[in-house]
């Protein structure tokens, strides 16, 4: 193997650039080899826009948020959006991508991305491109993973943002709603939220009934505690109620985001509790910026464990934390299906002894 490209695909992260930085500075002292960018994630593949990197495109870029290689969520080589008269049609461009790593002479191929992203890689995978993953979302919701990296720094934020809430509802003795993204899976809320000192978190693994989340806010006030702060994932399920975020947003092609479920729940427990209630979307805040400590630690770990994979031709595998190692998993058990909250796990164990009610 001579030469690597690596590619970042799907919402962007906090810590990608911290991995493009490892797998540059890896491929380049620790094997010789030469890697190429590859520019807005697949659909540079497609088209064939690419650039070699070097020590010195990557130098400073440890701490900053976003990609330098830029990032699309439409893009799918296999179901690739062409416009004909007017008309939209899916063509498969993944022949051209095969065809354009060929004439670049690109014997390996890094792809740093969530499950859209890493499931086209394993489709790569099986017509015989030697292709390596690495786990990104802020979601926390890839398989065969303990943790992807992103995940801390959108939780650290979450809380922040929390904390800011918590003076100002006491202050106004109102109920706070934050809510924070996790279509499947409510990792950040969870999180966050035991971080964050919540008094309820609502997640899409436990439907919540809208009379415990009122019961337990009103029997709070009459305590004394004549605030309350509710965190909300977007995907959450009101037992009973309309599913809000209906489909993915991601393959959505409208950049306005659906959202709405802190909204909806507001005013339904401004109603129900009679006290002032309040909503921040903490939005794509929680996905720009800066990566945590941990986060740019794990992206470095990532970033050089798979430039190894690549050289120890590991293809067809991802990166992956299994405490205390990095270790190289199919990327068949990583996708295809969100990892939940396990509802009987510790944490949330941990959360309702506290105090911390999950309208269950
Ligand atoms: O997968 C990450 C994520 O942040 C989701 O939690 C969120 O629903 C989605 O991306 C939003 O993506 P975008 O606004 O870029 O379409």
């Known amino acids: 193997i001579k030469r690597i490209g690596v590619l970042t695909g799907g919402g962007d992260c906090p810590g990608l650039n911290a991995v493009i930085r490892a797998v540059v500075k890896t491929a380049i002292r620790r094997y010789n080899l030469e890697v190429i960018g590859i520019i807005d994630g697949f659909y540079g593949l497609v088209n064939d826009i690419m650039e070699p ?58 792809v740093i991305g969530g499950d859209g992203s890493l499931s086209i890689a394993l489709e790569f995978h099986k017509k015989g491109i030697p292709v390596v993953g690495v786990p990104k979302t802020i979601d926390n919701d890839l398989s065969a993973t303990d943790v992807t990296f992103g995940f801390d720094s959108a939780v650290t934020t979450a809380t922040e943002a929390l904390d800011r809430l918590h003076t100002t509802a006491e202050s106004h003795h109102r109920i706070m709603i934050l809510e924070v993204m996790g279509r499947y899976a409510g990792w950040i809320a969870l999180y966050s939220g035991v971080a964050g000192g919540a008094d309820v978190i609502l997640i899409p693994e436990i439907p919540f009934d809208l009379d415990k ?26 037992i009973g109620g309309e599913m809000v975020v209906q489909k993915m947003v991601a393959q959505s092609h409208d950049p306005v985001r659906l959202g709405g479920i802190g909204q909806s729940i507001g005013q339904k427990l401004e109603m129900c509790t009679g006290m002032e209630t309040r909503v921040t979307v903490l939005g794509h805040v929680q996905r720009g910026g800066s990566p945590t400590a941990q986060d740019r630690i794990l992206s470095t770990r990532y970033g050089s464990a798979a430039v190894d994979a690549v050289m120890e031709g590991k293809f067809g595998h991802m990166v992956a934390l299994r405490t205390p190692k990095i270790l190289a998993v199919p990327l068949q058990e990583a996708v295809g299906t969100a990892k939940q909250v396990n509802t009987d796990g510790q944490i949330v164990k941990a959360a309702k002894s506290v105090g911390i009610s999950f309208g269950d």
């Open 53 to 110: 990197m070097t020590e010195e495109k990557v130098a400073g870029i440890l701490h900053r948020g976003g990609t330098i290689l830029g990032t699309t969520n439409r893009d799918n080589p296999f179901r690739y959006a062409v416009e004909k008269e007017g008309q939209l049609t899916f063509e498969d461009r993944s022949e051209q991508c095969i065809e354009n790593l060929r004439r670049r002479g690109i014997d390996g191929l890094v």
């Open 213 to 238: 989340v009122c019961n337990h806010i009103r029997t709070r006030a009459e305590k004394g505690r004549k605030f309350s702060i509710v965190v909300i994932a977007e995907g959450a399920k009101e």
